[in-house]
C-alpha cells in the first residue's frame, strides 16, 4: 500500500517505481551505440503481447526509490540517461529529468507515449502501439518514431503514425525479435522501397547485453 506522503512524492515524481537500473549501450535507435545509463520505472497496462519485459508490468513489485539516489549512481557513471519501463510517461518526469540535467547528463526517454508528456527531454524516441494510441503532446514532440513490425499489418499502422507525428521526427521500423527471421526480409525490402524510413536493429540482443 502507497502510504499519504508517498503518494504526494509519487504525484511530484520525487519518488519513483524502480525496476532496475544499468549502464550499457543503448541498443535502438538514432543513439545505438551510445553508452547510457537506463532507469526503467515499473508499470505499463499498455498489453503489447510481444513486449520483452512484461516483468515491469505490475508497478507494485518495484520499491518506490528517491530520484536523488537514481540520479547520484547516473552521474557516477555515464553522461546520457536513458529512462524506460515499463511507460514512464505513467508519472511525473519532471524532477528526475530536471535532477538529471543539474547533474550535467543528457536525458532520452523510450515511450509508447500512451500518456501525456513530462520532464524535460533531449530525446524522446516514440514507439506508438496500436492498443492505447499516442497523445498529440508525444506526437507533436518526439525526435524518432520507432515502429515495431509483428505482421504485415504493422506496415500500414507504421504509416499511419507517420502521418500523426511531426515532420521532423525520423522514422524507424524495428523488428519484433521473435518474428526477426520472417520479417527481416520484408522490413528490408520495404525500407529500400520507401527511403525515408530506417531499420533500427536490437543490437543489445545480438551483444548479448542487457
Ligand atoms: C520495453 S519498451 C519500454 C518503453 C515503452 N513502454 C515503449 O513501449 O516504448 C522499450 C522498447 O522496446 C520495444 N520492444 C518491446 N518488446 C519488443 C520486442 N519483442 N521486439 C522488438 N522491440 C520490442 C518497444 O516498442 C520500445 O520501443
Ligand atoms: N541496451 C539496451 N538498449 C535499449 N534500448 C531501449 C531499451 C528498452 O528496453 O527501453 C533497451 C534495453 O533494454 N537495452
Ligand atoms: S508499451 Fe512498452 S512496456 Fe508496455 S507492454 Fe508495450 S512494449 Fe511493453
Ligand atoms: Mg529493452
Redesign the pocket.
Known sequence: MTKDYDKVALDEGRILPLMEEFYTIQG??YYSGHAAYFI?LGG?D?G?H????KE?WDAELHPLTDVHNIVARAKAEANLAVI?????LMYNLDYITSELKKAGLQTNI?????YELSGDFDWI???P?KNKLPTQSVYDAADEL???I?NKHDFIFAEEQAARVNDNALLLL??????RAEMNPLIVEYVKKNPQWKISV?THKYLDIP
Open positions: 535502438e535507435g526503467r505499463c499498455v503489447c510481444w513486449c520483452d519485459v515491469s524506460t519501463g515499463g511507460e514512464p523510450e515511450t509508447s507515449g500512451a524516441c516514440l514507439s502501439k520507432k515502429v515495431v509483428y524495428q523488428v519484433e525479435w521473435s518474428k536490437q
